[in-house]
């Protein structure tokens, strides 16, 4: 029962961009079209998921052990880096098309502050393996859920009657704002 | 001993993961037609998008695939051309080179101004607000061809119009876009003879506004019907190559001086530098 809420915590309440504000950059840049935000999405929560699970183990088997907590920055970057260099050339290799449309936001998902957030966040809280996988999954969901919900709500924007200067970025970031209010409303739904 | 036990850990897991990208990037290399570099060797690497590609790269890609045409490239022209046929082995084709012309004589002493124009200086900023000449079509003056061409081959001439220096021209079309009142186009560079006006105002207004207006008095018209109409007040050419030569001197005897052989245009600006 814990997992749940857990899990659904981290993908509405708890929901890294419009909770804890973190990874802005691609959900502002990559939210222009609903299926490239959707691939955006699965990539970052595949990245999210695996480095939950590899972040837990350098921490529990080899940081913590040995009293070398604080490399913990140092080595989670090490590992969302060459996690991206790898959802990279797999992407690369499988859809050129999408790799050109995702373009500098791929290999920027490596300085995305949502998963370095995520690794600290996990190990902050001290979670068993179990909860950070499903920790880890529902943050990508919840990345996910927003940069598609962004992406829907742009793709009407570009048809409606925008005063000139808020055109572009300052809409945009004015539906986020909104949005992260919206999703205040979920909070209290789980204690 | 305390310093070594972090330096190993990470060196450990540096180790760990390059090795394992080493081994992913075995598996997922994405292989390159080597063509594709051949290509982009030939190509200028201006990447000014007048092949109507996003840029130089993208355009080989597209030359390799067999999408796009060896003559493709306006910038390189014939040379390119030939070499990207030769190196392909594609068909021959012909090249065209084209050269941007300004359809306007609105010199500053030819075209009145309506007002003192004190906006931004750029002629898109001057259009918006109507321009600061009486003629609605002519050349506003302010250089945005000359700001926007690649290639320093679009000068600010003395009388306030934009002269082109045809060696220098690649015809890639910037100063097309750049231009607010359409007033620059690509030409094909034997096409000598050119009509330099766009006023669509009748002819006494396009008078009163600028000495060197067409106003369509149609003499041109007569000297040449089947190359030349007149459309909403303004004479156009239709058919260049149907032009005889012989014609030239009375197509020239433009009241205006609106329609004109283009190489006197090029003595000029010699003499200008």
């Known amino acids: 029962m814990e997992l749940v809420a857990l899990f659904i915590s981290a993908i509405l309440i708890n929901n890294f961009v419009l909770h804890y504000f973190l990874g802005i950059c691609p959900f502002l840049g990559v939210s222009k079209k609903i299926d490239s935000a959707f691939s955006m999405g699965l990539a970052v929560t595949f990245v999210m998921t695996i480095t939950a699970v590899i972040t837990w183990v350098i921490n529990h088997w080899i940081l913590l052990p040995n009293n070398l907590e604080y490399l913990q920055i140092v080595s989670f970057i090490l590992v969302i880096a060459s996690l991206v260099q790898l959802v990279e050339m797999f992407i690369r290799k499988v859809s050129p098309p999408l790799y050109q449309a995702m373009g500098i936001y791929l290999p920027l998902i490596t300085t995305n502050c949502a998963i370095m957030g995520l690794a600290l966040l996990a190990a902050l809280k001290n979670y068993s393996f179990v909860e950070t996988v499903v920790f880890g999954v529902g943050s990508g969901i919840g990345f996910t859920l927003a940069i598609i919900l962004m992406a829907g709500i742009r793709e009407q924007l570009d048809l409606s009657d925008v005063p000139e200067p808020l055109k572009g970025a300052g809409i945009a970031l004015i539906v986020a704002g909104i949005m992260a209010l919206a999703f205040l409303g979920f909070s209290g739904m789980i204690k | ?273």
């Open chain 2, 1 to 273: 001993m305390d310093v070594l036990i972090p330096i190993i850990t990470m060196s450990a897991l540096g180790f760990l993961f390059s090795l394992g990208l080493v081994f992913a990037y075995k598996k997922l290399r994405v292989q390159e037609d080597p063509r594709v570099l051949l290509v982009m060797e030939i190509l200028p690497q201006v990447n000014c998008g007048a092949c109507g590609y996003s840029g130089c790269r993208t355009f080989a890609e597209a030359i390799v695939k067999g999408d796009a045409p060896a003559n493709g490239c306006p910038v390189g022209g014939e040379e390119v051309a030939h070499q990207l046929v030769k190196t392909l082995g594609l068909e021959a084709v012909e090249v065209i080179k084209k050269v941007a012309r300004v359809h306007c004589r609105g010199t500053t002493s030819a075209a009145k101004e309506s007002g003192l124009y004190r906006g931004i200086f750029t002629c898109y900023a001057s259009h918006l607000v109507g321009g600061q000449k009486q003629c609605s079509y002519g050349c506003l003056g302010f250089g945005d061809c000359v700001e926007v061409c690649p290639f320093d081959a679009i000068y600010m001439g003395e009388e306030g119009l934009p002269l082109v220096r045809e060696d220098k021209c690649t015809g890639c079309g910037k100063c097309v876009d750049a231009c607010p009142r359409n007033i620059i186009e690509l030409h094909n560079i034997k096409q000598n003879i050119l009509i330099f006006c766009r006023s669509l105002d009748r002819g006494p207004t396009a008078r009163k506004a600028c000495k060197n207006a067409c106003i369509a008095c149609g003499i041109c018209v007569r000297a040449c019907p089947e190359a030349i109409v007149l459309e909403n007040n303004l004479a156009k050419i239709v058919h260049y190559k149907k032009i005889p030569q012989d014609k030239i001197p009375d197509i020239e005897k433009c009241p205006t001086k609106a329609i004109g052989l283009i190489h006197k245009e090029k003595k000029k600006q010699e003499d200008d530098r």
